[in-house]
């Protein structure tokens, strides 16, 4: 379990190297609602974007998730906790005005990287929200 990045993993800093390439600059693993005790990957305060980069295994990506062999009932269960929490922390932090957007590991991160800088150059423009 120590060996699990929960930050900096590779998609992450792939994207995250595209997006700072276009001169945008975020936080990384920040939290969009210092109340709330969740980070984001990539947190756009002043446009309130919040990016999350999910692992296929740990958030149960539709296409790649297989679930365990080894202690099944622990680890579904935890991986449907996670969906849920995921599910909890967009809808705080939509209700607080803030734009989320996910992307799985798994996707191309030019692609990425292209739908986060339209999203914050888009909310700049409108003013944050």
């Known amino acids: 379990m120590q060996a699990i990045r ?8 792939e994207i995250r190297r595209l997006v700072h390439a ?3 600059r975020y ?5 969009p609602l210092p109340e709330l005790r969740r980070t984001a990957d990539m947190v756009f305060r002043p446009a309130k974007v919040a990016v999350f980069i999910d692992g296929c295994y740990w958030h149960g990506c539709p296409e790649h998730y ?3 062999k ?4 622990y680890w579904s269960e935890k991986v449907a906790g996670n969906v849920n929490r995921d599910r909890d ?4 932090l ?3 005005g803030w734009l989320v957007l996910r992307f ?3 996707e191309p991160a030019r692609l990425c990287a292209d739908k986060i800088a339209a999203a914050v150059v888009q909310r700049r423009l409108r003013g944050g929200h």
């Open 6 to 13: 929960s930050r900096d993993t590779k998609p992450e800093q």
């Open 22 to 24: 276009r001169g945008l």
């Open 27 to 31: 936080r990384v693993a920040a939290r």
């Open 66 to 68: 297989v679930p365990p």
């Open 70 to 73: 080894t202690n099944p009932g």
């Open 89 to 92: 922390t967009d809808q705080q």
């Open 94 to 96: 939509i209700e607080a």
């Open 104 to 106: 799985w590991e798994h």
